[in-house]
């Protein structure tokens, strides 16, 4: 009985001393320089993600640079210059380096803008500096089917950009006006961030796309290159000697993770002989 209880207690000590071991892993101890690289993937609809890992790899000593992997055909205007702003004050305490997939354009761009250093493929698509908006007009097939609207409202441009009725010509002045300053906001921020003058980012700035190699002449990205070179420039950059560590977003374990096998990368490399199987057989 007695020799039964010392196993238990045992037990319950190594589990213990494991999720302990854990908690530290998960408030990101430092251990050696490290590069992180934060993927930025599809249409830009929110920020919330991206800035959260952004802000967390910059609270961790020991990422010394992070690398925005962009491969993103834009997306809203709010969520890309949430991004833009956090990537612009990240430069301010660490190296960031965008490295540029398929493609990376109008939203994906701009938040790619403010990095120290900007590396696409030959044939990445980039550019797109631009603002849209489309408004589908069906009062022709509202008219054939029979269908009216009525409208109640209490300003006079309240219902402005209806998709029931033809745009007045004082509506589409207002629209444009609010396109056009939105991309006067998106030339200053390249202009800004590519170190370029404003009257020179606004040629660039028509809406068009580029590849990486039009986009090098224009000087909208630095060099040539794949992930791999972007990371051994951040690391170059950083003053990480050697080949760099690469982290990229954790997954979070718990001691249910621990019993069904899951063991995390950080512990393995610490610990490169030890199994879990061993740790908690009898």
Do not use: W
């Not at 702003?85 to 301010?92: D, F, N, Q, R, Y």
């Not at 921020?189 to 980012?201: D, L, M, T, Y």
């Not at 190699?213 to 050697?242: M, S, Y």
């Amino acid at each position: 009985m007695k020799k039964a209880c010392l196993v238990i207690m045992g037990f319950l000590i190594l589990l213990i001393v494991i999720s302990v071991i854990f908690a530290i892993f998960q408030k990101n101890v430092p251990l050696g320089e490290k590069v992180a690289v934060v993927r930025i993937e599809g249409p830009i609809m929110d920020s919330k993600n991206t800035t959260d890992e952004i802000k967390g790899y910059l609270k961790d000593p020991s990422i010394k640079a992070l690398v925005l992997r962009v491969d993103s055909p834009g997306g809203a205007v709010a969520p890309s210059q949430e991004i833009y702003a956090e990537v612009k004050k990240a430069t301010l305490k660490k190296k960031v380096i965008v490295s540029m997939g398929s493609v990376a354009a109008s939203g994906g761009y701009y938040i790619s803008a403010p990095a120290n250093r900007i590396i696409a493929n030959p044939g990445t698509l980039t550019g797109s500096i631009g603002v849209i908006m489309e408004i589908p007009n069906i009062e022709g097939l509202m008219n054939k089917i029979g269908i009216k609207t009525e409208v109640i409202k209490s300003g006079r441009h309240k219902d402005i950009a209806s998709a029931f009725r033809k745009m007045g010509k004082e509506e589409r002045l207002i629209l444009q006006s609010v396109l056009d300053d939105v991309h006067e906001q998106f030339i200053k921020a390249v202009s800004n961030g590519r170190k370029i003058p404003f009257e020179e980012a606004k040629k660039l700035a028509d809406g068009r796309i580029f590849t990486g190699k039009q986009a090098l002449e224009a000087r909208l990205v630095d060099e040539l290159g794949t992930i791999e070179d972007a990371i051994a420039a951040a690391g170059r950059l950083a003053g990480i000697k050697g080949e760099p560590e690469v982290v990229t977003k954790k997954e979070k374990f718990s001691i249910v993770d621990i019993l069904r096998g899951k063991f995390p990368k950080e512990l393995s490399d610490v610990f490169p002989t030890v199994k879990i199987k061993y740790l908690l057989a009898p």
